[in-house]
T-cell receptor, first 113, second 110 residues
């Protein structure tokens, strides 16, 4: 699993509340990604990071922000959760600039009521 | 941008070969991937192929790439019950950002 953990693994929250999901990796990988998985859509890229304080937007970034203050942690924040953000969120890493092998964490199931 | 398409379902008898197909739109795609997802789990990288290759074999898995038609396939030989899962095709054009297909759910018939 390339040393990737995600927390929490499950969360139920109310519409309008902020939520932060954490991705933690233990192997000093430079590249990290956040995806969401929804039926009929596969996985879609939300944000990604190429290093500390170096982040960029993906395909579905509206309503989400990220931060990476340490190599090992990549945080995804839903600024004001909506029901359309109910999804399973996956963090991923790429092992290095010369590697194109992308490995995924176990996922966080988020329900917004 | 890139669009990756797969059929949603495939049923195969145990012991037969499974062939999962995928098409992509961007001819600049340099790496093409197959992932496996079992229920409640994350995505497991099965294999990937570079765009300058036509075929890659890894034990029971064979990946075929037709660049002209932008068509990728995954063949699983001697399909077993443990192969039941959703299989995702993904393409990378640049900067290692993957575009995924919707996934093919493989069901094994005993």
């Amino acid at each position: 699993d390339a040393g990737i953990t995600q927390s929490p693994r499950h969360k139920v929250t109310e519409t309008g509340t902020p939520v932060t999901l954490r991705c933690h990796q233990t192997e000093n990988h430079r590249y990290m990604y956040w995806y969401r998985q929804d039926p009929g859509h596969g996985l879609r890229l939300i944000h990604y990071s190429y290093g500390v304080k170096d982040t960029d937007k993906g395909e579905v970034s509206d309503g989400y922000s990220v931060s990476r203050s340490k190599t090992e942690d990549f945080l995804l924040t839903l600024e004001s959760a909506t029901s359309s953000q109910t999804s399973v969120y996956f963090c991923a890493i790429t092992q290095g600039q010369s590697s194109y092998e992308q490995y995924f964490g176990p996922g966080t199931r988020l329900t917004v009521t | 941008g890139e669009d990756v398409e797969q059929s949603l379902f495939l049923s195969v008898r145990e012991g037969d070969s499974s062939v999962i197909n995928c098409t992509y739109t961007d001819s600049s795609s340099t790496y093409l991937y197959w992932y496996k997802q079992e229920p409640g789990a994350g995505l497991q990288l099965l294999t990937y192929i570079f765009s300058n290759m036509d075929m890659k074999q890894d034990q029971r898995l064979t990946v075929l790439l037709n660049k002209k038609d932008k068509h990728l396939s995954l063949r699983i030989a001697d399909t077993q019950t443990g192969d039941s899962a959703i299989y995702f095709c993904a393409a990378a054009v640049q900067n290692e950002k993957l575009t995924f297909g919707t996934g093919t759910r493989l069901t094994i018939i005993p």
